[in-house]
């Protein structure tokens, strides 16, 4: 059994900044894919940024060159960076941890953007 728990979203005013942490728990080897995604009011859950252990980051576009994605990976943690921040970057956060076997979930995380 693997745990997810993310932590670090709040309010924050257009233009402003936020770090979102991701801490993986239990079971699993060291090569599990780490990542993010959001999840905006009455839209699906999107891929914002993540990579397996070792691979490449991918972003989605709308958040390249404002959020970055890494990693600490001998402490199973992963982070988002966010800079610049829109509006429309509103959403519950969500880590996903996948082991190669299962796909393990957090609870969210939300962030609003708003003056």
């Known amino acids: 059994q693997v745990q997810v728990v993310e932590s670090g979203g709040g309010l924050v005013q257009p233009g402003g900044s936020l770090r979102l942490s991701c801490a993986a728990s239990?079971?699993?080897?060291?090569?599990?894919?780490m990542a993010w995604y959001q999840q905006a009011p009455g839209k699906q859950r999107e891929l914002v940024a993540g990579?397996?252990?070792?691979?490449?980051?991918v972003y989605a576009d709308a958040v390249k060159g404002r959020f970055t994605f890494y990693r600490d990976i001998a402490k199973n943690t992963a982070y988002l960076q966010m800079n610049s921040l829109k509006p429309e970057d509103t959403a519950v956060y969500y880590c996903?941890?996948?082991?190669?076997?299962?796909?393990?979930w957090g609870q969210g995380t939300q962030v609003t953007v708003s003056s």
């Open positions: 239990g079971s699993f080897s060291s090569g599990v894919s």
């Open positions: 990579n397996a252990r070792g691979g490449r980051t």
């Open positions: 996903n941890v996948d082991t190669g076997n299962a796909h393990y």
